[in-house]
């Protein structure tokens, strides 16, 4: 089993299909689902150093791609519940949308958030807030994440741990 392992984790830190890999794992863990993807992005560099900068904006595409479709999920949840019912919120939740819809697109930097941060581009869809501002500022938090988890970690764990 642990040859298998060994083996499979080999094969995924390739730069052929490291990348491929981060950028899948990336956007998977922006969608609803719990899922990091900083350990897959921390593997790769971990074992492939010169792959810092490509895994830093791999995964970042794949996560910004993510929050991109949870906006998309959260604005069709809208218009089909606009289809069966009048909207009527509680005042917390009200308050909460309110001060979002004041921040706009900007409320976006703060995608990169665990836990918070996937729902938020839903409520942002919900909202209406305008796509292409929300998908700039997803990528801004989320490639600020990246870089800074990623060197972080780098710096953290500084020796090598060579699978050989």
């Known amino acids: 089993m642990e040859a298998w392992i060994h083996q499979l984790l080999h094969t995924l830190s390739l730069p052929e299909f490291g990348l491929s890999t981060v950028f899948v794992v990336a956007l998977i863990s922006a969608t609803l689902l719990p899922m990091g993807s900083e350990p897959v992005v921390f593997g790769l560099v971990k074992l492939n150093p010169e792959l810092f900068w490509p895994a ?21 949840a809208h218009s089909a519940l606009d289809k069966y019912r009048g909207s009527a919120a509680n005042s917390q939740h ?63 764990f500084p020796q090598d741990w060579s699978l050989t």
């Open 56 to 76: 830093v904006v791999v995964a970042t595409l794949g996560n910004t791609l993510g929050g991109a479709i949870d906006w998309w999920m959260g604005y069709g």
């Open 94 to 156: 009200a308050r909460a949308l309110r001060w979002l819809e004041k921040l706009g697109p900007k409320a976006c930097l703060l995608s990169w958030l665990p836990g918070v941060g996937d729902p938020l581009c839903a409520v942002a869809g919900w909202l209406r807030l305008a796509f292409w501002p929300c998908v700039m500022y997803m990528a801004i938090g989320k490639f600020l994440r990246y870089l800074v988890m990623t060197a972080g970690l780098l710096w953290v």
